[in-house]
T-cell receptor, first 118, second 114 residues
Framework: AQSVAQPEDQVNVAEGNPLTVKCTYS??????LFWYVQYPNRGLQFLLKYITGDNLVKGSYGFEAEFNKSQTSFHLKKPSALVSDSALYFC????????????????FGAGTRLAVHP | SQTIHQWPATLVQPVGSPLSLECTVEGTSNPNLYWYRQAAGRGLQLLFY??????ISSEVPQNLSASRPQDRQFILSSKKLLLSDSGFYLC?????????????FGAGSRLTVL
């Protein structure tokens, strides 16, 4: 079955330290990979995506993610965390070969809450 | 630029009452439209998606329905709400066609059924 796993419910990091939010996936074929962020009582905002090419993708607010095909992972990273980065982060995958009914099926992970402490 | 509006932002309704949540998109044409539900501040569940006027696909059987009366309008409805319908409802749009289409979400509607 196609799935996305975010193994950590919560990640705690001190401000100024690097952060990593983990994501692994299980899909057939080549995946499109996404990260979204959700601030309290708001909709999700797009951070970055991987389609093909360079395995390191840079996105909004200084975030980046590294695609690792052999480990089927797409971990989100930031070199220096800010308190304002505290939010709920979602990894999502769209299998390349799952375009049907007019749209590409998108599978979301359960989310990881990032808490950055001053 | 494209914008997405969703309302009402907050709604408290009694069990058995009807529901109507509205979503409109500006600045684009023929978008794909989606309704998601987020329970307990966590995972997202796709409820409905639409690739055109009058075309609605349901992902899960439930007490809700959706309609798309105009190209950029998407409505989530219920005739009789259940307690289990409480949650945070998110409307989203994306470009049509195959590919890594990014979803743009509305600000959400928080529904509490009492």
């Amino acid at each position: 079955a196609q799935s996305v796993a975010q193994p950590e419910d919560q990640v705690n990091v001190a401000e100024g330290n690097p952060l990593t939010v983990k994501c692994t996936y299980s899909v057939s074929g080549n995946p499109y990979l996404f990260w979204y962020v959700q601030y309290p009582n708001r909709g999700l905002q797009f951070l970055l995506k991987y389609i093909t090419g360079d395995n390191l993708v840079k996105g909004s607010y200084g975030f980046e993610a590294e695609f690792n095909k052999s480990q089927t992972s797409f971990h989100l990273k930031k070199p220096s965390a800010l308190v304002s980065d505290s939010a709920l982060y979602f990894c999502a995958v769209s299998p390349e070969n799952m375009f049907s009914g007019g749209y590409n099926k998108l599978i979301f992970g359960a989310g990881t809450r990032l808490a950055v402490h001053p | 630029s494209q914008t997405i509006h969703q309302w009402p932002a907050t709604l408290v309704q009694p069990v058995g009452s009807p529901l109507s949540l509205e979503c409109t998109v500006e600045g684009t044409s023929n978008p794909n439209l989606y309704w998601y539900r987020q329970a307990a501040g966590r995972g997202l569940q796709l409820l409905f998606y639409s690739v055109g006027i009058g075309q609605i696909s349901s992902e899960v059987p439930q007490n809700l329905s959706a309609s798309r009366p105009q190209d950029r309008q998407f409505i989530l409805s219920s005739k009789k709400l259940l307690l289990s319908d409480s949650g945070f409802y998110l409307c989203a749009w994306s470009q049509t066609g195959e590919g890594a289409n990014v979803l743009t979400f509305g600000a959400g509607s928080r529904l509490t059924v009492l």
